[in-house]
């Protein structure tokens, strides 16, 4: 589409939003601004497309426009999912979804908004009486025996996002066929179509009855609750960054028996513009900068932070030398499989019918553990609606039993009771980590260190290049075509590919060029390429930020602790020559 055409398309439907009583005055206003404006930039950027319902909801900049977050936008998408349940479950006395949010700003609004038009198309509404982490909402689904559930939040985004994740019965993201149809829906929904008249007959409201049957499932997770109590004492340093971890992550810590918890007072204020941090992501170390001052200050044992909905975990610790180092994605999900296979293992609690889970871009190493200690591994997509899916293929056959799953953006599930990641049970879970650690005179940084002696070392490097606004999805999509075609890289860092994996393609290529399909559930725009000395590096397009993903692993050797800081220099160079040869 020429530039032109673009704006008057982007023109007209703001006149519509501008003078359409169906928007209120607010709304007309800020549309009717964007029309005056001489600079247009705004006007394109709001109206150059309707924010996509895509398989993980919406997310996207609020504000007034078809690509923003705004009450519109979230009423169409709820009014879509609302006519596919309607039609899924047509003949069901009754139908339920639970609802939720996290601490940003306009959650509560977009959550009571999602209610009110739930409860307008007849479907009753389990909503939270305030912000909750998501995974709670996620076992709320399985336990109310709800048919859907939707939280209203942008994960680790920045303070202008919002979002909107649909689940399914089952406590998981919406899978196949189910996504499809859920779009078809929302892609048919007008304004005028949008049911925004509440039904309070329909509206329950929940909180703290829930919140304590959860706490009491997650702590029906700990291994060794025998070390909790020899090292109750154990100093803990947590932040829930403005979010949803404040509601219960410091109470399941007491639950489970640690009795010296510190938060982080300023970071312990729900507040959607997050004064404190650049952005609340734990995967920064910025974010964690107020909580390791703390611990400093207390001699802390570990510090560990979670995103705005409390889905995501990012910890620290100190290393041989006594300085405060952080724990990447990658290393987290490692520390705690190895953990809970060597524990349940030393408890005799291992049947032999148990498997873990973990996505392809997450390091190998876990399957070295996994491979080493007989316990089945099976790769997945990235997102845990795939790692649920696991879960589900596996306990409709009867016969396995799932321990735990992970990936490196982070994300932990330790529980089939929650079908996404959890960071109320993963802190509970790390903390408890540490304190088997510390029974046997150890860290966190030294069962990290064992790993690595025994199993190989691995750095993994994430390199994210943001491509914003339309421009930014437009190279992106050639970037990636072109990785596909004449840029498809024949050696990297000097090291031969032996093996393409496509998944859009569902296929996997071998270095003389032998193809053989990829066992997979559906295609994705994912690539992947190993090299003959163990590099592996994967692409893809992030599917809830405008940006591409590069996810870097090299190999090492470590004969010892005290080894790991040359195998890291020489890895981290390896890395350099990998992001040198792709051009990044």
């Keep these: 589409m020429e530039n032109k055409e673009l704006l008057e398309l982007c023109e007209e439907r703001a006149r519509v939003w501008a003078s359409s009583p169906l928007y209120d005055e607010k709304t007309r206003q800020a549309a009717a601004a964007m029309l005056a404006a001489d600079d247009r930039t705004e006007l394109v950027e709001a109206f150059y497309r309707t924010l996509e319902f895509g398989t993980g909801g919406l997310r996207g900049i609020m504000g007034v426009g078809t690509n923003r977050m705004n009450v519109y936008t979230v009423g169409a998408a709820t009014q879509g999912l609302a006519n596919y349940l309607n039609r899924q479950f047509a003949g069901r006395r009754e139908i339920a979804v639970v609802v939720g949010h996290d601490s940003r700003n306009n959650s509560r609004l977009f959550a009571e908004t999602t209610a009110a038009v739930f409860s307008a198309n007849g479907i009753k509404v389990y909503l939270f009486d305030d912000m909750r982490p998501t995974p709670e909402m996620s076992f709320a689904i399985r336990h109310l025996g709800c048919q859907s559930g939707v939280v209203v939040t942008a994960s680790h985004n ?88 404040m509601m219960l992550i410091p109470d399941s810590l007491k639950l489970w028996g640690f009795e010296n918890v510190y938060t982080v007072p300023e970071q312990m204020v729900k507040d959607g513009n997050f004064p404190t941090v650049a952005s609340p992501n734990p995967e920064n170390g910025e974010a964690l900068a107020m909580a390791i001052d703390l611990a400093k200050k207390v001699d802390a044992d570990i510090v560990m932070a979670s995103d705005p909905d409390a889905d995501r975990v990012g910890m620290a610790c100190k290393n041989s030398r006594g300085e405060w180092v952080l724990v990447d994605g990658n290393q987290t999900c490692m520390i705690f499989l190895y953990y809970i296979i060597m524990n349940r293992q030393a408890k005799g609690q291992m049947k032999g019918n148990e498997f873990i889970v973990k996505t392809i871009v997450t390091t190998e190493l876990i399957k070295s553990i996994a491979e080493k200690n007989h316990v089945q591994m099976f790769d997945c997509y990235t997102g845990f609606k795939w790692i649920a899916r696991e879960i589900r293929l596996h306990e409709d056959e009867g016969d396995m039993q799932y321990i735990g799953g992970g990936e490196e953006s982070y994300g932990f599930m330790a529980e089939d009771f929650v079908r996404d990641k959890d960071a109320v049970s993963a802190c509970s879970l790390l903390a408890e980590i540490c304190a088997w650690a510390k029974d046997q005179g150890k860290t966190l940084y030294d069962v990290l260190m064992d790993i690595y002696v025994e199993y190989g070392y691995a750095l993994n490097k994430t390199i994210n290049v943001v491509k914003p606004g339309k421009t930014g999805a437009d190279e992106i999509r050639a970037m990636m075509e072109n990785f596909r075609g004449a840029g ?83 890895a981290m160079e390896k890395v350099d020559d990998v992001v040198k040869s792709l051009s990044l």
């Excluded at 496509?502 to 270095?511: A, P």
């Excluded at 003389?512 to 590099?535: C, F, H, I, K, R």
């Excluded at 893809?540 to 190999?555: D, L, N």
């Design 158 to 245: 920045p303070k202008e996002y919002n979002g909107y994740k649909a689940y399914w019965e089952d406590g998981a993201q919406v899978l196949a066929p189910h996504d499809r149809g859920i779009i078809e829906e929302v892609n048919r929904v007008r304004v005028e179509d949008i049911r925004f008249e509440a039904n309070p007959a329909l509206i329950e409201t929940i909180g703290k009855e829930i919140d304590r049957i959860y706490l009491d499932r997650v702590h029906s997770l700990s291994i060794d609750p025998e070390c909790i109590r020899r090292q109750r004492d154990l100093k803990v340093v947590y932040t829930p960054l403005h979010g949803t971890g």
């Design 488 to 570: 498809a890289p024949r050696e990297i860092a000097g090291s031969p590919v032996v093996c393409t994996k496509d998944y859009l393609k569902m296929v996997q290529i071998d270095g003389e060029g032998g193809e053989q399909p990829l066992d997979m559930p559906e295609p994705s725009n994912v690539l992947q390429w190993y090299t003959a000395d163990g590099t592996k590096v994967s692409v893809r397009p992030s599917g809830t930020e405008p940006k591409i993903k590069f996810y870097v692993e090299v190999k090492g050797e470590m004969a010892c602790p005290k080894c790991f800081d040359g195998a890291h220099a020489l």
